[in-house]
């Protein structure tokens, strides 16, 4: 049975940059929208409004530090994500072996001809 899929997880996850951050905040445990930004090409303000994204889709958790916001991966979530992934790749490993034994299936019987 597939799990319910999260259309918004999916969407945030959609983007190359807002996984490239993803990718950041795992490797480093944390950082601002100003720390993150040195390392992406693009502004501060553009990572700022993929981290709000990240964070609505509860990727993210924001943490007061001072002045700044630092995000954190939220571990539970990004499970799920994995989770979600695992199972639509399985759900269509299956599609696709339907889709083979047709094939093949029908190939015989052209071969017959």
């Known amino acids: 049975m597939t799990p319910t899929i999260?259309?918004?997880?999916?969407?945030?996850?959609?983007?190359?940059?807002?996984?490239?951050?993803?990718?950041?905040l795992l490797a480093d445990g944390s950082g601002t929208a100003?720390?993150?930004?040195?390392?992406m090409p693009v502004t501060r303000q553009a990572v700022a409004k993929h981290l709000s994204v990240l964070e609505r889709a509860e990727l993210v958790v924001p943490r007061?530090?001072?002045?700044?916001?630092r995000y954190?991966?939220?571990?539970?979530?990004f499970a799920r994500a994995v989770e979600q992934l695992?199972?639509?790749?399985?759900?269509?490993?299956?599609?696709?072996?339907?889709?083979?034994?047709i094939a093949e299936s029908i190939q015989a019987l052209r071969s017959m001809d």
């Open 6 to 24: 999260d259309d918004e997880l999916w969407a945030a996850l959609g983007d190359p940059t807002r996984r490239r951050l993803l990718d950041l």
């Open 72 to 77: 954190v991966v939220n571990e539970a979530q």
């Open 34 to 39: 100003t720390s993150l930004s040195g390392r």
């Open 86 to 101: 695992a199972s639509v790749g399985a759900a269509w490993d299956a599609r696709l072996r339907r889709i083979k034994t």
């Open 64 to 69: 007061k530090d001072g002045r700044e916001v």
